[in-house]
């Protein structure tokens, strides 16, 4: 995996909405059953940390398949307009620069002298995902990823925490489940192989994809969010490891994604510090003269 695309990766990682191990319910009898909508006006309350400017140092660790690659990055993000990453591995030299925009990716291999400039269409085209500018920085905030305010959510409680799922028919959350990869909880009566699959073929006439996220009790501040597309069979999972005090506004300081699909897992993990929110912010992005398009 060469630094490049080790960086594109880390940008789909944090951008695209894919699966991971089944959750173990376990319901706290101590934690108070709340409404789908009580929790989240909670959730909307304390979201309050809306920064235009963001930037960070980031220590990344990505795997996909057997190839395994870390390295430093520094990450600019300008809310709505751009995503600026540097891939810096060793001795302070660049290897590779992105700028993700709404709409477009252009990348910089400087290990190879190459180059990539297309639409984010192009993109998943060229290296097989998609990146989203406004999902990578919905995670790299640490926000509840694909939340719609005006939609219904279910609740439940597991583990000690709130969850909210959306309001599909239950047959697709069960698939959503059944489709997850590690499903080993004792007990538990999975849909079956025909069932499955006419579930996910009625998914498919809907294009139904479930959203699950983790509430912490205490913050109502999200702590995982798990996307799964039954029509495409992939799942996304964001878990907020941790998180800064007060004092920087709850921002995550430790990211671990993991996107799924049926032929391949992507597993990253940020590590970012010296996270700042003031701007403005320079995203410098020159192709030389002497780079040539990526084939």
């Given at each position: 995996m060469n630094p490049s695309n080790a960086a594109l990766t880390l940008v789909v990682l944090a951008s695209v909405a894919c699966k991971s191990g089944r959750p173990l319910v376990l319901i706290d009898r101590e934690l108070p059953a709340r409404s789908g909508d009580r929790i989240l006006e909670r959730m909307l309350a304390a979201d309050t940390l809306h920064p235009h400017y963001y930037s960070a140092k980031a220590g990344v660790d990505i795997t996909v398949g057997e190839e395994h690659k870390s390295f430093k990055a520094q990450v600019r993000s300008v809310r709505d307009s751009a995503a600026w990453i540097s891939v810096v591995p060793a001795l302070g030299i660049e290897v590779a620069r992105i700028l993700l925009t709404p709409d477009s990716l252009k990348m910089l291999d400087k290990l190879h002298d190459q180059y990539f400039l297309g639409d984010t269409a192009a993109a998943k085209r060229r290296f097989g995902l998609q990146p989203s500018l406004s999902l990578l920085q919905e995670a790299l905030l640490g926000k509840a990823i694909g939340l719609d305010p005006g939609e219904k959510y279910r609740s439940d409680r597991e583990d000690g925490q709130y969850v909210l799922t959306s309001k599909e028919r239950r047959r697709f959350?069960?698939?959503?489940?059944?489709?997850?990869?590690?499903?080993t909880l004792a007990r538990d009566r999975d849909m079956g192989e025909r069932r499955l699959e006419r579930t996910l073929r009625r998914a498919e006439e809907r294009e139904a994809v479930v959203f699950r996220y983790w509430v912490e009790p205490d913050g109502f501040r999200v702590s995982r969010v798990q996307i799964a597309d039954l029509?495409?069979?992939?799942?996304?999972?964001?878990?907020?490891?941790?998180?800064?005090?007060?004092?920087?506004?709850?921002l995550p300081s430790r990211i671990s994604i993991t996107l799924t699909d049926s032929a391949r897992i992507a597993i990253g993990t940020l590590d970012l510090s010296r996270i700042d929110i003031e701007g403005p912010l320079q995203m410098n992005f020159k192709i030389p003269e002497s780079y040539e398009p990526m084939p």
């Open positions: 959350v069960r698939a959503a489940q059944d489709i997850s990869p590690g499903d029509v495409h069979d992939q799942t996304a999972e964001v878990r907020y490891e941790e998180r800064g005090g007060a004092e920087v506004g709850y």
